[in-house]
């Protein structure tokens, strides 16, 4: 799938043709430079690979550094690989937020925002308050039984239990793309993309 690599600015909303009001993720897509091209020749399969946002030479390492000496550009903080493009691509080209439509789907994922050690009712969605959740009799935001005793004389792998929550890769398909503004690099969906403010996000078509 073709796509581009891009920034989550924030969120908006939009009023669209019937006067409604639609929550709206904007996303800085682009430009990203072709840093390495792969071809079935060589590596066995066909794909571009893309690089957004400048990064310091300084904190760069020497093989980073060199590679994108190759490409004609500088070193980048994020590289990605996509497949799937219908135009054909060299080293050093810009790909850029042109290649959506309005009125198309993406799918975009991002890293989601960590929360840090999270209970039952946040993490899984338990009843909790108000609600008998697996056996709990007055423990109002308490897993509750886990498991039985003798037989199996142990918790199962997997149980829904409290624990670190978020930083995970998570995938919003088919959201649709609202409004595109090339002279800004600008990409506008609907609804919201995982991720927190200036974190990156891959957007897929």
């Known amino acids: 799938m073709s796509g581009l690599i891009g920034k989550k600015i924030g969120m908006t909303s939009i009023f669209d043709e019937n ?23 060589v590596d066995g399969y066909n794909a571009l690979q893309l690089g957004f946002d400048d990064a310091t030479e300084k904190n760069a390492t020497k093989a980073a550094i060199g590679h994108a000496k190759k490409a004609g550009t500088s070193v980048k903080r994020k590289v990605v690989e996509f497949k799937g493009f219908d135009k054909e691509y060299k080293l050093g080209d ?25 209970g039952v009712v946040k993490r899984h969605g338990f009843g909790g308050v108000g609600q008998a959740t697996h056996g709990q009799h007055n423990r109002l935001r308490a897993p509750g039984s886990i498991g039985a005793a003798s037989y ?17 890769t998570v995938k919003v398909e088919n959201l649709r793309v609202y409004k595109v503004v090339p002279e800004k690099n600008l990409l506008v969906v609907k609804g919201c993309v995982p991720g927190h403010k200036n974190s990156y996000v891959i957007i897929e078509k």
């Open 94 to 118: 810009a790909v850029t937020v042109e290649q959506f439509i309005e009125g198309e789907f993406v799918d975009i994922s991002g890293t989601s925002k960590g929360k840090g050690f999270q």
């Open 152 to 168: 199996p004389a142990r918790v199962f792998k997997g149980m829904k239990m409290a624990g670190r929550m978020g930083g995970d």
């Open 19 to 41: 006067g409604k009001n639609i929550p709206c993720t904007v996303i800085e897509a682009g430009p990203c430079i072709v840093t390495q091209v792969r071809t079935e020749e």
